[in-house]
């Protein structure tokens, strides 16, 4: 019966041994939500797992099918990549971000997860002293965490007050330390869904320079700025990068969400020529293989797998190049995203809740994928656990390395008028008790 008591919910995280929610991991707080429907026998509001809701692109599926069926299933792909998807993401990079990516600069890796662990990781050793990520927060948790495990040091900062120029002032003291590597985030952003502006892109790029720090840019979610409209290649606008800033930056480009192609986990990291050939006196000695890119394929990713999913890199290319020819409009279909945020936003805000990261400069942001929500002066962990005794569950701004008051939401799981109207419902009883 929903709500559910206090009781219950502290007495299921117990049994799953969630000892914070508020720090909890997304998998977890997955988990508990789903303890507490069986608890409850009633379903609950899914909106902590980014899971895409919409259906595979049938190119990939098609292409997938037929590259198994001629047998690739059997045989070890190249661990720097297949040839048509170096030639096809290099290709891609270009129709919609106008970025010049050699092809041997483009590796396939199983997802951008093993892409950010292994480059976090070859960061860190590239200079004496610089063993340090600096994250943009509020930003995918996942990531910090990975550090956290690979024990490098890490740095970071809300972005919520350091917007615009103020974002220059913020960097500066922090890369002026010497010891940031690399800088890393997600634009579009999981979980504000901000999107950084064109002058703060060229502070980050400039900075980046000056500091010989290397930007990772995670573009998980690439042309769902629905503000402008990016579907068409070789076209301007462009999709806004950092890469029009600096030679140091890595681009993530995953299948996942621009393409609803999560389950095979698939994607590329595109790497600036100056980036991939820089050689480095440690990884002559430590890899024997001087450049950056090189120590990468074969002396890190090499050793976290075999190579990335044969049958999924076919999949991958596929997709790639049709988008490219004008024959999947991968940003129309994930328009989907912004009707379903713009309709979730006033479910809560009709409701008494406010959105938290609500401006790019003077702009509302972007309706998509993720946005954040809070309630009064509630802390983020009140929040989410009156939430989830509601039957609705999402994660803190907290586990985002927000230092704000809030959750995350996210769209994907919701479709339906029934669906709106059973989270609509859930938002008005917990407003009632509140």
């Given at each position: 019966?929903?709500?559910?008591?206090?009781?219950?919910?502290?007495?299921?995280?117990?049994?799953?041994?969630?000892?914070?929610?508020?720090?909890?991991?997304?998998?977890?707080?997955?988990?508990?939500?789903?303890?507490?429907?069986?608890?409850?026998?009633?379903?609950?509001?899914?909106?902590?797992?980014?899971?895409?809701?919409?259906?595979?692109?049938?190119?990939?599926?098609?292409?997938?099918?037929?590259?198994?069926?001629?047998?690739?299933?059997?045989?070890?792909?190249?661990?720097?990549?297949?040839?048509?998807?170096?030639?096809?993401?290099?290709?891609?990079?270009?129709?919609?971000?106008?970025?010049?990516?050699?092809e041997k600069a483009?590796?396939?890796?199983?997802?951008?997860?093993?892409?950010?662990?292994?480059?976090?990781?070859?960061?860190?050793?590239?200079?004496?002293?610089?063993?340090?990520?600096?994250?943009?927060?509020?930003?995918?948790?996942?990531?910090?965490?990975?550090?956290?495990?690979?024990?490098?040091?890490?740095?970071?900062?809300?972005?919520?007050?350091?917007?615009?120029?103020?974002?220059?002032?913020?960097?500066?003291?922090?890369?002026?330390?010497?010891?940031?590597?690399?800088?890393?985030?997600?634009?579009?952003?999981?979980?504000?869904?901000?999107?950084?502006?064109?002058e703060e892109l060229?502070?980050?790029?400039?900075?980046?320079?000056?500091?010989?720090?290397?930007?990772?840019?995670?573009?998980a979610y690439m042309?769902?700025?629905?503000?402008?409209?990016?579907?068409?290649?070789?076209?301007?606008?462009?999709?806004?990068?950092?890469?029009?800033?600096?030679?140091?930056?890595?681009?993530?480009?995953?299948?996942?969400?621009?393409?609803?192609?999560?389950?095979?986990?698939?994607?590329?990291?595109?790497?600036?020529?100056?980036?991939?050939?820089?050689?480095?006196?440690?990884?002559?000695?430590?890899?024997?293989?001087?450049?950056?890119?090189?120590?990468?394929?074969?002396?890190?990713?090499?050793?976290?797998?075999?190579?990335?999913?044969?049958?999924?890199?076919?999949?991958?290319?596929?997709?790639?190049?049709?988008?490219?020819?004008?024959?999947?409009?991968?940003?129309?279909?994930?328009?989907?995203?912004?009707?379903?945020?713009?309709?979730?936003?006033?479910?809560?805000?009709?409701?008494?809740?406010?959105?938290?990261?609500?401006?790019?400069?003077?702009?509302?942001?972007?309706?998509?994928?993720?946005?954040?929500?809070?309630?009064?002066?509630?802390?983020?962990?009140?929040?989410?656990?009156?939430?989830?005794?509601?039957?609705?569950?999402?994660?803190?701004?907290?586990?985002?390395?927000?230092?704000?008051?809030?959750?995350?939401?996210?769209?994907?799981?919701?479709?339906?008028?029934?669906?709106?109207?059973?989270?609509?419902?859930?938002?008005?009883?917990?407003?009632?008790?509140?």
């Amino acid at each position: 019966m929903i709500p559910l008591t206090k009781e219950i919910l502290s007495k299921k995280a117990s049994e799953l041994g969630i000892i914070d929610l508020s720090t909890a991991t997304i998998r977890q707080i997955v988990a508990l939500s789903v303890a507490l429907e069986k608890e409850a026998n009633e379903k609950f509001v899914h909106l902590e797992l980014g899971n895409p809701g919409l259906p595979a692109s049938s190119i990939g599926v098609e292409a997938e099918i037929a590259a198994l069926q001629a047998g690739v299933a059997n045989t070890y792909p190249a661990i720097n990549g297949i040839p048509e998807l170096k030639k096809a993401g290099a290709r891609f990079v270009k129709a919609f971000l106008d970025i010049d990516i050699p092809e041997k600069a483009i590796v396939p890796t199983v997802g951008s997860m093993q892409a950010s662990f292994t480059l976090q990781l070859l960061m860190s050793q590239r200079l004496p002293g610089k063993d340090t990520i600096l994250f943009f927060n509020p930003g995918f948790p996942a990531q910090r965490h990975q550090a956290k495990v690979l024990g490098l040091g890490i740095e970071q900062f809300d972005i919520y007050e350091h917007r615009g120029k103020a974002l220059e002032g913020k960097l500066e003291e922090l890369l002026s330390k010497g010891n940031i590597t690399g800088m890393l985030f997600s634009n579009p952003n999981n979980p504000s869904w901000i999107n950084l502006t064109e002058e703060e892109l060229e502070i980050i790029g400039r900075l980046a320079t000056k500091y010989d720090v290397i930007v990772i840019e995670d573009l998980a979610y690439m042309g769902m700025d629905f503000r402008r409209d990016f579907s068409h290649p070789f076209e301007a606008p462009y999709i806004p990068t950092v890469g029009k800033y600096t030679d140091n930056f890595i681009m993530l480009i995953s299948g996942s969400k621009i393409f609803s192609y999560a389950g095979q986990r698939i994607a590329i990291v595109a790497m600036n020529k100056h980036v991939y050939e820089r050689q480095y006196e440690f990884f002559t000695k430590f890899y024997e293989m001087p450049a950056f890119g090189d120590a990468y394929v074969f002396g890190v990713l090499y050793t976290a797998s075999s190579g990335t999913g044969h049958s999924a890199q076919h999949a991958l290319a596929a997709m790639m190049n049709a988008a490219c020819d004008g024959k999947l409009d991968f940003v129309g279909e994930t328009s989907e995203y912004g009707r379903r945020g713009k309709k979730m936003k006033k479910c809560f805000t009709d409701n008494g809740f406010h959105i938290v990261y609500d401006k790019d400069g003077a702009e509302p942001i972007s309706d998509g994928f993720f946005f954040t929500a809070g309630f009064g002066d509630m802390d983020g962990k009140e929040l989410q656990e009156e939430l989830l005794r509601h039957g609705i569950s999402t994660i803190t701004l907290s586990s985002t390395g927000s230092e704000q008051n809030g959750v995350r939401v996210c769209v994907s799981t919701l479709s339906t008028d029934k669906d709106f109207e059973i989270l609509d419902q859930r938002l008005k009883a917990f407003k009632n008790e509140h």
